[in-house]
């Protein structure tokens, strides 16, 4: 019973990180990123961009679908975490253990958001496309029920299979990353302990650990970060190999393009599940 209890104050904690997320830059940061990879424009041309539309334009796509991603983001990342948590033998640990239940984090929530990925994708797709429309809420909400309406119910796995490994090779390189960080650091603190006393991290090495495990993770998927959106728009009829190929193309400086909104956007996600999901726990503990 206390592992079931554990399992689900932990997605609900990360749950409620996630859904925070998309407004609190979250969603602009995505936006950028899309942007930047789609047209090449300057990124202060593509802010004002945005910024001329207002607020509308700031948080385009933050609600519903935003927050309802990020929401999902956030349970099904806290729920693959714990299961793995609970799954793994007890003679795992540390990175070994870490970098497992990332797997499992990762995996989990790229099944479980697909549907709300396909949503968020699309208004992206319509904002970009010019469309005035996208950046309200009844568009936003409306989508989804287009998408099924119009292409049928399998439109919604689209990519499904992608987006879990994607997400698995994600979170498995955000959590080696972190445990690779923060050796040194309990190592450093473990020399002034007393016996019997456990190292404990510092809220501002939790955070600044989590944001840094989000930024350089980036550069490890990004060809596949590309291919997702481009398997999920409505046009979408070439194979996942033809894209992928295509993608590689231009060479390294089209592939990386938007790489610091795209880093920005990782470092705020991995935050908000990693550290702040922990401490919305420990607030419900």
């Not at 994600?170 to 020399?191: C, G, H, N, Q, S």
Request: aromatic letters at 8%.
């Amino acid at each position: 019973m206390a592992g079931i209890m554990d399992i689900l104050l932990s997605s609900t904690s990360t749950m409620v990180a996630g859904g925070l997320e998309p407004l609190c830059f979250g969603k602009f940061t995505e936006n950028l990123k899309m942007e930047k990879q789609r047209t090449g424009k300057p990124y202060p041309q593509i802010v004002r961009m945005f910024a001329s539309r207002g607020i509308p334009g700031i948080m385009a796509g933050a609600v519903p679908w935003g927050v309802l991603l990020g929401a999902s983001k956030g349970l099904f990342f806290g729920l693959g975490k714990a299961c793995g948590d609970a799954i793994l033998p007890s003679n795992i640990q540390g990175k070994q253990r870490a970098v497992a239940m990332g797997g499992f984090a990762g995996a989990f929530q790229g099944v479980g958001i697909a549907p709300f990925l396909l949503a968020s994708t699309r208004v992206n797709q319509a904002i970009a496309q010019g469309n005035s429309e996208a950046t309200s809420l009844a568009y936003s909400f409306r989508i989804l029920g287009n998408v099924i309406r119009t292409e049928g119910m399998q439109a919604i796995t689209r990519g499904m299979g992608t987006n879990a490994f994607k997400r698995a090779l994600d979170w498995v390189v955000r959590f080696y990353i972190r445990e690779t960080l923060t050796e040194p650091i309990k190592a450093k603190k473990a020399k002034s302990l007393k016996p019997g006393e456990k190292v404990k991290l510092s809220d501002l090495d939790k955070l600044w650990t989590s944001l840094a495990a989000g930024g350089i993770s980036v550069y490890v998927s990004t060809p596949l970060d590309r291919l997702l959106p481009l398997l999920q728009q409505r046009d979408s009829s070439k194979s996942t190999l033809t894209l992928l190929r295509e993608q590689f193309k231009g060479g390294l400086p089209k592939l990386y393009a938007g790489a610091v909104a795209r880093s920005a956007h990782a470092a705020l996600h991995v935050c908000f599940l990693m550290f702040v999901g922990d401490k919305i726990k420990q607030l419900f503990n």
